[in-house]
T-cell receptor
Framework: AQTIHQWPVAEIKAVGSPLSLGCTIK??????LYWYWQATGGTLQQLFY??????VESVVQLNLSASRPKDDQFILSTEKLLLSHSGFYLC????????????FGPGTRLTVL | QEKVQQSPESLIVPEGAMVSLNCSFS?????SIWWYQQHPGKGPKALI?????GNKKEGRLTVYLNRASLHVSLHIKDSQPSDSAVYLC???????????FGAGTQLIVIP
């Protein structure tokens, strides 16, 4: 069975500090990977997607970057956090072909103070 | 940019009621439409999807798609308190990997 793990579960950070959020998918080789952001009470917004190691496409510019260093790992980061980065970050995966259902992880709650 | 609008924003129904949720989208070239369920503090979970005009039934869920009017609806039969959650409509765009979400409908089912 496939499992998706996100870390950390929650993070409280200061404005201007760096951030790194991670996601790993086990039990599925070569998945498409996605990062989403959801402001409190807001709409789920796709940030990045990746179809293979080393390749990442940006969907929305929020002063964040993403990388895929391994087939099963997706990293979201920034060198300088803004207050507007607060929210709920979700990683998701889907098959390369076929149904394209996206399976979401448990999420990371980020609070920027 | 695909626009996805959901209505109503929130809904409170008694247990056993039929629930109807609506979603309109802007791009007639959209691929499949998905309905996701999201509980507080959790990631969304896919419930049902539809690609072709018409309807699709899975258990207590029925989804109707009308591509001409760019409208899709989700109906939940015999609603249960455990159905209480936010329901998200997501439209798969023509660009690779793109999924556009609506703001969601908060459903509360009263026992």
């Amino acid at each position: 069975a496939q499992t998706i793990h996100q870390w950390p579960v929650a993070e409280i950070k200061a404005v201007g500090s760096p951030l790194s959020l991670g996601c790993t998918i086990k039990g599925k080789s070569s998945p498409n990977l996605y990062w989403y952001w959801q402001a409190t009470g807001g709409t789920l917004q796709q940030l990045f997607y990746s179809i293979t190691v080393g390749q990442v496409e940006s969907v929305v510019q929020l002063n964040l970057s993403a990388s895929r260093p391994k087939d099963d790992q997706f990293i979201l980061s920034t060198e300088k956090l803004l207050l507007s980065h607060s929210g709920f970050y979700l990683c998701a995966w889907s098959l390369r072909t076929g149904v394209y259902e996206q399976y979401f992880g448990p999420g990371t709650r980020l609070t920027v103070l | 940019q695909e626009k996805v609008q959901q209505s109503p924003e929130s809904l409170i129904v008694p247990e056993g009621a039929m629930v109807s949720l609506n979603c309109s989208f802007s791009d007639s070239a959209s691929q499949s439409i998905w309905w996701y369920q999201q509980h507080p503090g959790k990631g969304p979970k896919a419930l049902i999807s539809i690609f072709s005009n018409g309807n699709k039934k899975e258990g207590r869920l029925t989804v109707y798609l009308n591509r001409a009017s760019l409208h899709v609806s989700l109906h939940i039969k015999d609603s249960q308190p455990s159905d209480s959650a936010v329901y998200l409509c997501a439209v798969r765009g023509s660009a690779l990997g793109r999924l556009h979400f609506g703001a969601g409908t908060q459903l509360i089912v009263i026992p």
